[in-house]
């Protein structure tokens, strides 16, 4: 079973890989880098306005505490077909399951650890605290979380594979204990916690079936949640989309008129509308970029996050120009490629200046008085939106029909 996992663990750190590749594309890594600079810049601003004692502070790092440790579930690589291939093995699953842990375990430490090293500044300007032994809670915590997905994986009914008592009740408890007693207490309940599932978890063997039906299920979730993520950035064809009428956006593409020179206009125009997964993926990208922008204030950081939003959002517009070109029909339209690409750029030309003017509203309320900051976004968002539509995506487009 270990060879199994291996094997799995391959393939899946192979396709991780693929995908990784596409999103940190030169472009967007560009653009990060920008953003981390700024937030580093604006955290340290934030920094030096604190002081110790500040109330809000342990609340705030336990909500931010108790997010982290939502990050990472326990993977196991199931597959739909293995409840019948692997039924015959089922005592040996325990196994299998354990290679999961290790390998869950090894990522869950280091979301943790970076978290808590980014956190680190904040809590010593604002609180006494015992990093180290917060660090171990923190550490213990996920060791739990993950040991009860382990139980989860097998047919046994108890408390400690329940989600809401181990992933959100045991981590406000401990963390409240650390934040208001002492460090030290907070540690030792998350270690009572531990050696508890650990304890439980030790029954489990090859007597015990697997609920196979909730641990694909499981794995299945796990992995939407991280193909969705790459589906922000990049196509990612396990991510599916279906098609909604959405009658209430008549009104929009109902002003295209029926004449033969805007058939492409058309279909990108409904195309884009009716398709949930890109117009999903437009207004999710839309709304984070608008919620970052409304509480994010000062001289640069507002501009380079709105025209990375922008960016982003137009670039992963572009590929739906190759959305019709599987429909026979098209080819034999009497309407050039010409035609085709000004239609298209039309349609993110709109779409992005709908984003472009809620991002300059958002820093307009966020940076009210700042007038340096508000005239710079438009004048920035207005040559990006000009450079990205007229050359930007022009050149795409062309290399792409080169190496077709």
Same mark, same amino acid.
């Given at each position: ?18 995908? $990784? ?49 939502? $990050? ?73 979380? $993950? ?258």
């Amino acid at each position: 079973m270990n060879s199994l996992f291996k094997n799995r663990l391959s393939s899946h750190l192979t396709e991780m890989l693929k995908y $990784l590749r596409l999103v940190f594309n030169d472009y967007f890594v560009l653009a990060l880098m920008f953003m981390i600079g700024g937030l580093g810049y604006y955290y340290s601003g934030v920094l030096k306005s604190l002081h110790q004692g500040t109330w809000w502070a342990a609340l705030l790092m336990i909500v931010i505490f108790t997010a982290s440790l939502q $990050l990472g579930r326990l993977a196991t690589l199931l597959e739909d077909p293995d409840y019948v291939f692997w039924l015959p093995k089922e005592s040996e699953m325990h196994r299998y399951f354990k290679s999961g842990f290790n390998y869950s375990l090894v990522i869950a430490i280091v979301v943790q650890v970076v978290v808590w090293f980014i956190s680190m500044p904040f809590m010593v300007r604002t609180m006494h605290v015992q990093m180290i032994f917060l660090l171990i809670s923190l550490i213990l915590l996920k060791i739990t979380w $993950l040991l009860s997905d382990y139980v989860r994986k097998f047919k046994i009914k108890t408390w400690l594979a329940n989600r809401t008592i181990i992933r959100f009740c045991l981590p406000i408890i401990t963390l409240v204990a650390s934040f208001y007693i002492n460090s030290i207490v907070g540690m030792i309940i998350s270690i009572i916690f531990l050696l508890t599932l650990m304890w439980y978890a030790r029954k489990l063997s090859g007597n015990v079936p697997v609920d196979w039906r909730d641990a694909i299920d499981d794995e299945n979730s796990r992995m939407h949640t991280i193909y969705s993520f790459f589906n922000l950035f990049t196509d990612v064809k396990e991510i599916g989309g279906s098609v909604k009428r959405r009658r209430y956006l008549d009104w929009l593409v109902n002003r295209i008129k029926p004449k033969a020179e805007n058939t492409y206009l058309y279909l990108y125009a409904h195309g884009i509308i009716r398709d949930t997964e890109m117009s999903g993926l437009f207004v999710r990208l839309t709304v984070i970029g608008l919620v970052l922008l409304l509480f994010v204030s000062g001289t640069w950081l507002p501009i380079i996050l709105a025209v990375l939003f922008i960016y982003l959002i137009g670039f992963q517009l572009v590929p739906f120009y190759y959305h019709f070109d599987d429909n026979a029909f098209v080819h034999i339209y009497p309407i050039d490629q010409k035609n085709q690409l000004r239609s298209f750029q039309i349609v993110i030309r709109d779409m992005l200046m709908v984003t472009a003017i809620l991002f300059a509203i958002a820093v307009a309320i966020a940076n009210w008085g700042n007038w340096t900051t508000i005239g710079s976004v438009i004048i920035v968002e207005v040559i990006e939106l000009i450079g990205f539509i007229y050359w930007y995506v022009p050149s795409r487009l062309r290399r792409a029909a080169i190496k077709r």
